[in-house]
């Protein structure tokens, strides 16, 4: 079974822009979730969508948003970006509620 | 609001002995609890998770315990082995289907 894929992996934006990210979930799950990654801040949620629709959302900003598509693949896109967004965004699938979730490999964004 | 803390950034342990990574946490809705592994450059790999209706989890040289009233639980690696260097990541969840509130993570080093 093929794990869960992010691309692009490595991103350089500049403050201001606005980036689009991908994660393709394993096949059959049907929750992916979104996280951030920064230095000394652990993951953080941003959200989790089940079916196509938001189930879940993290306290940040609303230039952080998403979607998923009937495949389940799901979009994170930020707009407006600032300095602060770079990070290691993780993407995870799992197949729903107690079940363990399975990481993507993440897009390392930097913006200059 | 830190709601999941992972007090010890590191921990060193020789190969062979037992290591012994915390996590403590403050909500007590939480009901769903995962270890996840992370290797540089990887996105988290999921080690074992434990539910609220138990105390302790196996497999193989990896349990988890569960101390519900102290809001506590601790992941018991036996015999270490120097591939389990690595950054752990505790997890939990409750309530919210599949929000994860994830702590800073404990970076191991196990010696040859």
């Known amino acids: 079974k093929a794990g869960v894929t992010q691309t692009p992996r490595y991103l350089i934006k500049t403050r201001g822009q606005q980036v689009t990210l991908s994660c393709s979930p394993i096949s059959g799950h049907r929750s992916v979730s979104w996280y951030q990654q920064t230095p000394g801040q652990g993951l953080q949620f941003l959200f989790e969508?089940?079916?196509?629709?938001?189930?879940n959302k993290g306290n940040f900003p609303g230039r952080f948003s998403g979607r998923q598509f009937s495949n389940s693949r799901s979009e994170m896109n930020v707009s407006t970006l600032e300095l602060g967004d770079s990070a290691l965004y993780l993407c995870a699938s799992s197949s729903d509620r107690f079940s363990e979730q399975y990481f993507g490999p993440g897009t390392r964004l930097t913006v200059t | 609001d830190q709601q999941v803390k992972q007090n010890s950034p590191s921990l060193s342990v020789q190969e062979g002995r037992i290591s012994i990574l915390n996590c403590d946490y403050t909500n007590s809705m939480f009901d769903y609890f995962l270890w996840y592994k992370k290797y540089p450059a990887e996105g988290p790999t999921f080690l074992i998770s434990?539910?609220?209706?138990?105390d302790k989890n196996e497999d193989g040289r990896f349990t988890v315990f569960l101390n519900k009233s102290a809001k506590h639980l601790s992941l018991h690696i036996v015999p270490s082995q120097p591939g389990d260097s690595a950054v752990y990541f505790c997890a939990a969840s409750g309530g919210n289907f599949n929000k994860f509130y994830f702590g800073s993570g404990t970076k191991l080093n196990v010696k040859p």
């Open positions: 969508y089940f079916s196509e629709t938001q189930r």
């Open positions: 434990i539910s609220s209706i138990k």
